[in-house]
């Protein structure tokens, strides 16, 4: 049973305009959000993170909102630039520092030049 | 630079040999190592968790006899795929946690290709 879900398994987005990838989740006890980005062949490397008592957190061009009552998280990459070209996946736990992340399936963004 | 390596990145085995993978955290210590797997076009499946000098914990549906995992020392974690086969083929990664920095993180690996002939 996937807890965490990604329904889009890719995206395309022109150079310079916004990325907006989107992750739902279905277990209410999950309070710690992840984004992770992974090129081929390599491990996820840790973008952005956000707990249940924020519904936003922005470092840099990576904003991740959360609506817990519905269960959403976003990732929104603006500027996009040729190197976010990767695929990106959200994660979530339990609680902070919980043994188990629980990934979605991964959204493969595309920034065209 | 990297923070968790793995060795080999590449491997080719016969069917019914063992492969050994291993894990490290390059500057700090991991309280914790996880090892997933992921197989093409999926999202990483977690295999176990082991904690530094104790037994793994298997996920539901992994055999512990088979994946095989050490936890000795707070810097390195080994998996060993033990009499493998070709539906073993895939990418393994690991991940460390631990306190890096002043924070609880968790790294990843850059993961294995294991190909099982």
């Known amino acids: 049973d996937q807890q965490v879900k990604q329904n889009s398994p890719s995206l395309s987005v022109q150079e310079g305009r916004i990325s907006i990838l989107n992750c739902d989740y279905t277990n209410s006890m999950f309070d710690y959000f992840l984004w992770y980005k992974k090129y081929p062949a390599e491990g996820p490397t840790f973008l952005i993170s956000i707990s249940s008592i924020k519904d936003k957190n922005e470092d840099g061009r990576f904003t991740v909102f959360l609506n817990k009552s519905a269960k959403h998280l976003s990732l929104h990459i603006v500027p996009s630039q040729p190197g976010d070209s990767a695929v990106y996946f959200c994660?979530?736990?339990?609680?902070?520092?919980?043994?188990?992340?629980?990934f979605g399936t991964g959204t493969r963004l595309t920034v065209i030049p | 630079g990297a923070v968790v390596s793995q060795h080999p990145s590449r491997v080719i085995c016969k069917s019914g040999t063992s492969v050994k993978i291993e894990c490290r955290s390059l500057?700090?210590?991991?309280?914790?190592m996880f090892w997933y797997r992921q197989f093409p076009k999926q999202s990483l499946m977690l295999m176990a968790t082991s904690n530094e000098g104790s037994k793994a914990t298997y996920e539901q549906g992994v055999e512990k006899d088979k994946f095989l995992i050490n936890h000795a020392s707070l810097t390195l974690s080994t998996l060993t795929v033990t009499s493998a086969h070709p539906e073993d083929s895939s990418f393994y990664i690991c991940s460390a946690r631990g306190v890096r920095g002043g924070n609880y993180e968790q790294y990843f690996g850059p993961g294995t290709r294991l190909t099982v002939t």
């Open positions: 994660a979530a736990s339990a609680k902070t520092g919980a043994n188990n992340l629980f």
């Open positions: 500057d700090f210590q991991a309280t914790t």
